[in-house]
């Protein structure tokens, strides 16, 4: 194997899991798990959690219907929501699959209900077809207005083709220390769902809740919440509480493969950015921007190696980093940490976040897939 892995911690998943479960209490769980389980591999992410029998997750969501397709291979029964609107080249796959599609328009509808009587893959959906509304409560991005949902809400539930499994809205701000947006539409989401109870309009299940607002947001826990970014380990912000204890469930790991000396005349790597001013040791380190090490890391990262703290040096390239290590003793095959713990030493996702100006979310999911995934329990 290469030596050059990430190590996935799946008994810290499993403690996230449980302790949001624990957080929200009676309302049921949708696992986030698109983009590969943010970059954590779906497979064992999915049945890591199934293993959890009676608490496992009571839904799973996706963006793309061809990620769902993907983990019906690993789960055949536990509903499926695919957040991204679906386009007619994925009917096949809704219906083949029994996805739970994102409605939000009449031409989403007026597609199913065409495909439900004319699509070749039709007659393996359990009919009617749940379907999820998605509601825009000030996001501004994806779903049915929120002053316009209930007369698409209605119109649609007197329609036989579908049921109406579910009603959802997402909030742009919950992660932020000041919740009055995230308030704001979550007041708008509850008179919705009011008036659709007072009009005796049937909307099954309610959500909103992502990891931000299962943090700080009890009163938007509805029927459904939606953790994605927590049950990797991660907080989504670094303005939310930290009223659920999480372990990032990702750890990066190389080894040192070269070794050398660097004169103060010379440069390291390419445009010979990092001019040493005197004689330095330097370790080069097999991982680069084509495993998601970010080229925008060049001088920036650092790695645990041998229970010390050493600074990346010089630009990061496709395969490969390099490190000062003074004059300390690091031969050829020494374990470098990228992300992860070694005794008192700790690198996370918001190191690298912090450099590149990003979030945890984008350092998971962008370690590419040349990096093997070590699953451990
Ligand atoms: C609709 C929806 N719900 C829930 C989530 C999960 O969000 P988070 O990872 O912040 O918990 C996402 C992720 O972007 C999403 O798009």
């Known amino acids: 194997m290469r030596p050059t892995f990430a190590v996935i911690n799946l008994s810290n998943l499993k403690k996230n899991y449980l302790n949001i479960r624990r957080k929200v209490k009676k309302s049921k769980v949708m696992a986030v798990v698109k983009a590969n389980a943010y970059g954590h591999g779906l497979k064992e992410i999915v049945r890591k959690l199934n293993s959890l029998n009676k608490l496992k997750p009571e839904y799973y969501a996706v963006a793309l219907s061809q990620e769902a ?5 690993y789960d055949r029964r536990t509903p499926i929501l695919v957040f991204e609107p679906f386009t007619s080249g994925e009917l096949n796959l809704l219906f083949k699959n029994n996805l739970i599609p994102t409605v939000f328009t009449d031409a989403h509808l007026n597609m ?24 825009d409560t000030g996001m501004n991005r994806l779903g049915v207005r929120y002053d316009e949902a209930f007369d698409f809400i209605k119109k649609l ?24 947006f995230a308030n704001k ?28 607002a299962i943090l700080d947001m009890p ?17 989504p912000s670094l303005e939310t509480t930290e009223s659920i204890h999480l372990y990032p469930v990702m ?17 390291v790597s390419y445009g010979l ?25 060049t001088n920036k990262a650092r790695a645990i190696i041998k229970g010390k703290i ?68």
Not at 69 to 73: A, I, N, S, T
Not at 112 to 135: D, G
Not at 185 to 202: A, D, G, P, T, V
Not at 285 to 292: F, K
């Open 157 to 180: 539930s007197g329609n036989k083709n579908f049921s109406i499994d579910g009603v959802y809205t997402h909030f742009a701000t919950s992660d932020e220390r000041d919740k009055s």
């Open 251 to 267: 750890s990066l790991y190389s080894v040192v493969n070269a070794v050398k000396y660097v004169y103060p005349d010379e440069g």
């Open 219 to 235: 009163d938007s826990y509805l029927d459904i919440v939606r953790p994605g970014i927590s049950l990797y380990g991660y907080y």
């Open 310 to 377: 050493y600074n990346q040096i010089g630009r990061v390239t496709m395969d490969r980093i390099m490190f000062e290590i003074g004059d300390d003793d690091i031969g050829i095959g020494d374990r470098v940490t990228l992300l992860g713990k070694y005794k008192n030493f700790k690198i996370d996702a918001w190191d690298l976040s912090k450099a590149l100006g990003t979030i945890p979310y984008e350092i998971t999911c962008g370690i590419s897939s040349r990096v093997t995934r070590v699953y451990k329990n």
């Open 273 to 297: 950015l990092y001019r040493p001013k005197k004689k330095i040791k330097v370790a080069a380190v097999p991982i680069g921007y084509a495993d998601g090490f970010n080229r925008a890391l």
């Open 69 to 73: 397709d993907e983990l019906r291979k």
């Open 185 to 212: 539409q979550l007041k708008r989401f509850k008179q919705l769902l009011e008036k659709l109870k007072r009009n005796k309009i049937s909307f099954g299940h309610a959500h909103a809740a992502n990891s931000g």
């Open 112 to 135: 199913l209900r065409y495909a439900i009587r004319n699509h070749k893959e039709a007659s393996k959906l359990i009919k009617p077809m749940k379907v999820h509304v998605k509601v």
